[in-house]
Protein backbone atom coordinates (compact mmCIF):
# COMPACT_ATOMS: atom_id res chain seq x y z
CA UNK A 1 0.00 0.00 0.00
CA UNK A 2 2.30 2.60 1.19
CA UNK A 3 4.28 1.72 -2.74
CA UNK A 4 1.37 2.60 -4.02
CA UNK A 5 0.95 5.88 -2.10
CA UNK A 6 4.32 7.05 -2.76
CA UNK A 7 3.49 6.74 -6.76
CA UNK A 8 0.18 8.45 -6.32
CA UNK A 9 2.04 11.06 -4.77
CA UNK A 10 4.75 11.72 -7.30
CA UNK A 11 2.62 11.44 -9.96
CA UNK A 12 0.53 14.54 -8.47
CA UNK A 13 3.61 16.16 -8.05
CA UNK A 14 4.63 15.61 -11.85
CA UNK A 15 0.78 16.49 -13.26
CA UNK A 16 1.24 19.85 -10.79
CA UNK A 17 4.76 20.96 -11.91
CA UNK A 18 5.09 24.56 -13.27
CA UNK A 19 5.21 24.31 -16.72
CA UNK A 20 7.72 26.97 -16.30
CA UNK A 21 10.26 27.89 -19.14
CA UNK A 22 14.19 27.36 -18.19
CA UNK A 23 17.12 28.80 -20.54
CA UNK A 24 17.36 27.06 -24.14
CA UNK A 25 13.39 26.41 -24.16
CA UNK A 26 11.08 27.57 -27.10
CA UNK A 27 7.38 28.71 -25.60
CA UNK A 28 4.94 28.09 -28.85
CA UNK A 29 1.65 29.88 -28.23
CA UNK A 30 -1.35 29.74 -30.18
CA UNK A 31 -3.55 33.24 -29.87
CA UNK A 32 -7.29 34.27 -30.82
CA UNK A 33 -6.60 37.98 -31.08
CA UNK A 34 -8.61 40.90 -31.43
CA UNK A 35 -6.72 44.27 -32.97
CA UNK A 36 -8.66 47.17 -32.03
CA UNK A 37 -7.41 50.21 -33.53
CA UNK A 38 -7.43 53.18 -31.52
CA UNK A 39 -6.98 55.24 -34.64
CA UNK A 40 -6.11 59.38 -35.37
CA UNK A 41 -6.63 60.04 -39.19
CA UNK A 42 -6.47 63.31 -40.99
CA UNK A 43 -7.94 64.73 -43.83
CA UNK A 44 -8.35 63.33 -47.04
CA UNK A 45 -6.45 66.04 -49.33
CA UNK A 46 -6.63 67.47 -51.13
CA UNK A 47 -10.17 66.83 -52.39
CA UNK A 48 -12.13 66.29 -49.17
CA UNK A 49 -10.10 68.50 -46.29
CA UNK A 50 -13.61 67.95 -44.55
CA UNK A 51 -13.25 64.20 -44.44
CA UNK A 52 -11.83 61.40 -42.56
CA UNK A 53 -11.72 57.93 -41.96
CA UNK A 54 -12.44 55.14 -39.49
CA UNK A 55 -11.02 51.45 -39.06
CA UNK A 56 -12.37 48.65 -37.69
CA UNK A 57 -11.73 46.37 -35.20
CA UNK A 58 -10.44 43.14 -36.58
CA UNK A 59 -10.37 39.14 -34.79
CA UNK A 60 -7.81 36.67 -36.02
CA UNK A 61 -5.44 33.83 -34.92
CA UNK A 62 -2.22 34.41 -34.16
CA UNK A 63 0.97 31.86 -34.02
CA UNK A 64 4.56 33.43 -31.37
CA UNK A 65 7.21 32.00 -30.65
CA UNK A 66 9.17 32.87 -27.47
CA UNK A 67 13.33 31.53 -26.84
CA UNK A 68 14.03 31.83 -23.24
CA UNK A 69 17.62 33.26 -23.30
CA UNK A 70 17.61 32.96 -19.28
CA UNK A 71 14.44 31.75 -17.01
CA UNK A 72 13.70 35.85 -16.62
CA UNK A 73 14.58 36.77 -20.31
CA UNK A 74 12.63 35.65 -23.08
CA UNK A 75 13.00 36.90 -26.79
CA UNK A 76 9.12 36.75 -28.83
CA UNK A 77 8.26 37.02 -32.50
CA UNK A 78 4.65 37.69 -33.27
CA UNK A 79 2.96 36.56 -36.53
CA UNK A 80 -0.88 37.50 -37.19
CA UNK A 81 -2.37 38.89 -40.04
CA UNK A 82 -5.72 40.58 -40.19
CA UNK A 83 -8.24 42.00 -42.56
CA UNK A 84 -9.40 45.67 -41.61
CA UNK A 85 -12.00 47.72 -43.51
CA UNK A 86 -11.69 51.91 -43.83
CA UNK A 87 -15.35 54.28 -43.43
CA UNK A 88 -15.26 57.48 -44.47
CA UNK A 89 -16.40 60.32 -42.02
CA UNK A 90 -17.41 63.95 -42.14
CA UNK A 91 -18.14 64.98 -46.26
CA UNK A 92 -17.41 61.39 -46.79
CA UNK A 93 -19.91 59.58 -44.48
CA UNK A 94 -22.47 58.93 -47.20
CA UNK A 95 -20.10 56.85 -48.70
CA UNK A 96 -19.86 54.37 -46.61
CA UNK A 97 -17.32 51.79 -46.77
CA UNK A 98 -14.27 53.27 -48.61
CA UNK A 99 -11.61 50.49 -48.72
CA UNK A 100 -10.01 47.39 -47.48
CA UNK A 101 -6.27 46.04 -46.35
CA UNK A 102 -4.50 43.87 -45.12
CA UNK A 103 -2.72 44.28 -42.58
CA UNK A 104 0.94 41.82 -41.92
CA UNK A 105 2.94 43.06 -38.69
CA UNK A 106 5.60 40.93 -37.93
CA UNK A 107 6.65 41.71 -34.15
CA UNK A 108 9.93 40.96 -31.91
CA UNK A 109 9.75 41.74 -28.14
CA UNK A 110 12.02 41.83 -25.21
CA UNK A 111 10.21 40.04 -22.53
CA UNK A 112 10.84 39.80 -18.74
CA UNK A 113 9.28 37.00 -16.87
CA UNK A 114 8.74 38.26 -13.12
CA UNK A 115 7.77 34.69 -11.47
CA UNK A 116 9.61 32.35 -14.03
CA UNK A 117 8.97 29.34 -11.26
CA UNK A 118 5.37 30.03 -10.22
CA UNK A 119 2.25 28.19 -11.58
CA UNK A 120 0.97 31.92 -12.35
CA UNK A 121 3.71 33.82 -14.41
CA UNK A 122 3.21 37.15 -15.31
CA UNK A 123 5.86 39.16 -18.13
CA UNK A 124 6.23 42.71 -19.85
CA UNK A 125 7.82 43.57 -22.45
CA UNK A 126 8.79 45.91 -25.45
CA UNK A 127 10.09 45.44 -28.54
CA UNK A 128 9.85 46.72 -32.33
CA UNK A 129 6.85 46.06 -35.41
CA UNK A 130 7.55 46.38 -38.83
CA UNK A 131 3.56 46.40 -40.78
CA UNK A 132 3.26 45.60 -44.16
CA UNK A 133 0.03 46.75 -45.17
CA UNK A 134 -0.93 44.21 -48.33
CA UNK A 135 -3.92 43.68 -50.96
CA UNK A 136 -5.24 46.87 -50.52
CA UNK A 137 -8.63 47.51 -52.53
CA UNK A 138 -11.26 50.16 -52.75
CA UNK A 139 -14.73 50.12 -52.46
CA UNK A 140 -17.00 49.54 -54.94
CA UNK A 141 -19.04 52.47 -52.73
CA UNK A 142 -16.02 54.65 -53.37
CA UNK A 143 -15.18 54.10 -56.97
CA UNK A 144 -19.06 54.98 -57.98
CA UNK A 145 -18.67 58.13 -56.47
CA UNK A 146 -15.29 59.07 -57.93
CA UNK A 147 -14.22 56.72 -60.23
CA UNK A 148 -11.82 54.16 -60.55
CA UNK A 149 -9.16 54.63 -57.77
CA UNK A 150 -6.29 52.70 -56.53
CA UNK A 151 -5.34 52.36 -52.81
CA UNK A 152 -1.32 51.91 -51.33
CA UNK A 153 -0.63 52.16 -47.87
CA UNK A 154 2.95 53.16 -46.70
CA UNK A 155 4.38 50.12 -44.77
CA UNK A 156 5.65 51.00 -41.34
CA UNK A 157 8.50 50.64 -38.29
CA UNK A 158 7.12 51.63 -34.96
CA UNK A 159 7.55 50.20 -31.23
CA UNK A 160 5.69 47.40 -29.41
CA UNK A 161 4.56 47.42 -25.88
CA UNK A 162 3.28 44.15 -23.98
CA UNK A 163 2.38 42.82 -20.74
CA UNK A 164 0.62 39.07 -20.07
CA UNK A 165 0.36 36.24 -18.09
CA UNK A 166 1.29 31.94 -18.42
CA UNK A 167 -1.22 30.02 -16.57
CA UNK A 168 -0.40 26.31 -15.94
CA UNK A 169 -2.46 23.13 -16.68
CA UNK A 170 -0.01 20.71 -16.86
CA UNK A 171 4.14 20.78 -16.74
CA UNK A 172 4.28 21.62 -20.05
CA UNK A 173 0.98 23.14 -21.21
CA UNK A 174 -0.53 26.75 -20.22
CA UNK A 175 -2.97 29.09 -20.84
CA UNK A 176 -1.99 32.38 -22.07
CA UNK A 177 -3.57 36.01 -21.62
CA UNK A 178 -1.52 38.68 -23.57
CA UNK A 179 -2.47 42.18 -24.51
CA UNK A 180 -0.03 44.64 -26.79
CA UNK A 181 0.34 48.71 -27.67
CA UNK A 182 1.43 48.83 -31.10
CA UNK A 183 2.96 51.90 -32.79
CA UNK A 184 1.64 51.73 -36.27
CA UNK A 185 1.53 55.36 -38.45
CA UNK A 186 0.92 55.56 -42.14
CA UNK A 187 0.13 57.43 -45.20
CA UNK A 188 -2.91 56.42 -47.78
CA UNK A 189 -2.33 57.28 -50.74
CA UNK A 190 -5.63 57.31 -53.15
CA UNK A 191 -4.94 57.86 -56.72
CA UNK A 192 -8.15 58.74 -59.05
CA UNK A 193 -6.75 59.16 -62.76
CA UNK A 194 -4.43 61.83 -62.45
CA UNK A 195 -5.94 63.38 -59.07
CA UNK A 196 -3.96 61.69 -55.85
CA UNK A 197 -5.23 62.42 -52.55
CA UNK A 198 -3.35 61.48 -49.24
CA UNK A 199 -4.19 61.03 -45.77
CA UNK A 200 -2.38 60.52 -42.71
CA UNK A 201 -3.31 57.61 -40.69
CA UNK A 202 -1.97 56.54 -36.90
CA UNK A 203 -3.58 52.88 -36.47
CA UNK A 204 -2.00 52.36 -32.49
CA UNK A 205 -3.87 49.07 -32.13
CA UNK A 206 -4.35 47.60 -28.88
CA UNK A 207 -3.98 43.69 -29.00
CA UNK A 208 -5.72 41.57 -27.02
CA UNK A 209 -5.18 38.12 -27.20
CA UNK A 210 -5.99 34.27 -25.77
CA UNK A 211 -4.95 31.37 -26.19
CA UNK A 212 -2.94 28.24 -25.16
CA UNK A 213 0.65 27.71 -25.36
CA UNK A 214 3.46 25.02 -25.02
CA UNK A 215 7.10 24.55 -23.47
CA UNK A 216 9.60 22.59 -25.40
Known sequence: MRKYLLAAAGL??????????????VLVRLRAIMVAPTERTGPV????????TAVNNSVMPELDFTYMATKHIGAELILATTKHHV????????????????????TL?????????????????????YTIFYNEKASSALVNAIGATD???????????????????????????????????????LTTGTLVNRERVHLDPIVAGVGIGMRF
Open 109 to 129: TLQYHLLPEAHVRPYVGAGIN
Open 151 to 189: VGLKDSVGYALQGGVDVDISKRVFLNFDIKYIDIDTTAK
Open 12 to 25: AALTTAPARAEKGD
Open 45 to 52: TPSFPGAN
Open 87 to 106: SGRGTLEGVGRLANTWVLPP
